[in-house]
């Protein structure tokens, strides 16, 4: 390479007799304005969702197995689940595990610059909610087996709407756990049309036992209803 005025070449020995830039300072800044332009473009890891496929479960039952689904913006250079860890370019995984209460897992993910990511996906233990029509019957004649004909909701709380249809004399019937906040009923705007029927030991499918409240409709043969629990 040669000097444009004097045309002699260009090495380290001559541009460090009439500069104080060497090749090696040079080569340092480049680099330095690489990292630059690097930091401008750099995005942190982010764990945008975290899925698994059971969530809620009912009291009594056991999951032996749990598929959790996730999206990252970029590959992590390191990534856990529960401390163990998974490959990086993996966006699900199923793993065996014996889960028979509430149990929260940790998805971990670290980036090129040890930024951290971290989400939470819970599987949730709850006892039913029951709704339907039957008979008139006293709570000393109540069964968990005529709860258990009753449509069921998987819920931890007691407060939704549902809709039912009572035919010729039949009533309305809403069971939930005694632990929950007792809801109020609503019919057509109108608070009302409900009594405590009594309190009750109910044991579900997987043989949990818990105390239920059991409501019943203070009238029969309200054809289709839709009822509001506040």
């Not at 004097?6 to 060497?22: E, L, R, Y």
């Not at 999951?63 to 699900?92: A, R």
């Amino acid at each position: 390479q040669k000097d444009v005025q004097s045309g002699a070449s260009i090495n380290d020995d001559t541009f460090n007799k009439n500069s104080t830039w060497s090749s090696e300072k040079i080569n340092s800044l480049i680099n330095d304005i690489n990292d630059r332009i690097e930091d401008l473009s750099y995005e942190p890891i982010q764990i945008s969702s975290f899925t698994n496929n059971v969530n809620t479960v009912e009291k009594g039952n056991t999951i032996n197995t749990i598929t959790f689904n996730w999206s990252i913006n970029k590959i992590p250079v390191e990534l856990t689940l529960n401390g163990n860890p998974i490959d990086t370019v993996m966006h699900s995984t199923t793993i065996t595990d014996i889960i028979t209460g509430n149990t929260t897992y940790i998805l971990r993910a670290v980036d090129e610059k040890d930024a951290v990511s971290t989400r939470t996906s819970s599987v949730s233990f709850v006892n039913g909610v029951y709704y339907g029509v039957g008979e008139s019957i006293n709570i000393g004649q109540m069964t968990s087996s005529f709860i258990r004909g009753l449509q069921k909701r998987l819920s931890s709380s007691a407060k939704f709407t549902f809709s039912v249809s009572a035919g010729i004399d039949e009533y309305i019937y809403f069971a939930c756990p005694s632990s929950y906040s007792q809801p109020s009923f609503y019919v057509g705007g109108f608070e009302g049309g409900f009594e405590l029927l009594g309190s009750f030991k109910f044991t579900n499918q997987y043989q949990y036992a818990e105390n239920y409240n059991i409501y019943v409709s203070t009238n029969a043969n309200l054809g289709d209803t839709t009822v509001e629990c506040k």
